[in-house]
């Protein structure tokens, strides 16, 4: 390992779905969620803040986190999401950094 390559402590645990449009019994789209991996993960907690939106006229908190695993070129869609600790974060980016490819880091937020 280069002196310059960082080693990052991946002590939780979280669980990455994948993104499926599905057609119901009425012909009418559904999305749902599959596991596509279980991987360990560091976690760090951005800003927690509200944000409006308009679109429904309500006031929604919400909280961003970054999650940081080891790099796999199926975890960097951004349909896909994110469940830690029994809640489901959706994917707002996904940056792939240290040397070769080592770690994505996910930026995801929680809507409450």
């Avoid at 939106?53 to 975890?75: G, H, W």
Wanted: overall charge positive; charged content about 35%.
């Amino acid at each position: 390992m280069r002196r310059r390559d960082k080693v990052i402590k991946l002590d939780r645990e979280i669980t990455i779905q994948s993104f499926t449009e599905v057609q119901n019994s009425f012909g009418e789209k559904e999305i749902t969620f599959s596991d596509l991996a279980t991987v360990r993960a560091a976690i760090e907690y951005g800003n927690r803040g509200t944000t409006e939106d308009f679109e429904a006229k309500r006031e929604t908190a919400t909280t961003s986190i970054f999650f940081t695993v080891r790099y796999n070129s199926t975890y960097k869609s951004k349909k896909n999401r994110i469940v830690f600790e029994a809640q489901n974060y959706d994917i707002i980016s996904v940056i792939e950094t240290g040397a070769r490819r080592q770690y994505l880091r996910i930026e995801a937020q929680l809507k409450e």
